[in-house]
């Protein structure tokens, strides 16, 4: 197996359609060295959720390349790639279970410890704790049940756990109330870390503490630059 990535991601001549003969990605290249933060903005249907997706490698180049450390995406096992590139999406992805078992997704061996660490580390123990069985409360049952916030914060204590080299999140589009919000983005920024990171953005908040913003339109990338030059 490969061992942890560092994250540079690299498309080179990559081309992709979803095989109704629509190219989607023309001729797309880009480099994104690792450890950086990356917002990706654009009109609806842009391609922003195929580009990040391509990275979690739902789909496969219709031709060109795509590589993580300079190895081809398609070469590495499923072990190999899901330890490496962690999805985080858009309706945060609960199943029925305790709460701990939600953050252990993809780490089954983690410890209690593990969990309620990550669990600090993006700001939810806190939260968590009041529930009314804490860490092992259904959240399918009465009492157990998250807002929309409270939801994100289990899927960012999840990944954090996963601590893959390479995050990629759909930013919810639906609103939270302001202290959600806050706490929301303190947990992003907490789970950010060194980590590659590409997020699609919809908060001007997101955008700002990214360093790099990709403005996508029609498959092509037309603006890349900081925050502050856009
Ligand atoms: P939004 O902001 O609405 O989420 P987006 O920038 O994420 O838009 P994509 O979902 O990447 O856009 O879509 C890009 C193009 O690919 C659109 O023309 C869309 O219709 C098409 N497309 C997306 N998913 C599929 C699919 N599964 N099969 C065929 N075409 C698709
Ligand atoms: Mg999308």
Redesign the pocket.
Known sequence: PLPAAEGRLEFRDAVFG?G?G?V?LPEFDLTIPAGQTVAVV??????????VKLIARFYDLSSGSLTLDGVELNELSQADLRRNVVMVTQEAFLFSGTVAENIALGRPDASDAEIQAAAQAVGAHEFILALPEGYDTDVTKRGGRLSAGQRQLVSFARAFLADPAVLILDEATSSLDLPSERLVQAGLERLLGNRTALI?AHRLSTVEIADRVLV?HD?RVVEDGSPAEL
């Not at 654009?42 to 580009?51: R, V």
């Open positions: 979803y109704d629509k989607i654009g009109q609806t249907g842009a391609g922003k959720s195929t580009l699609i996508v498959g």
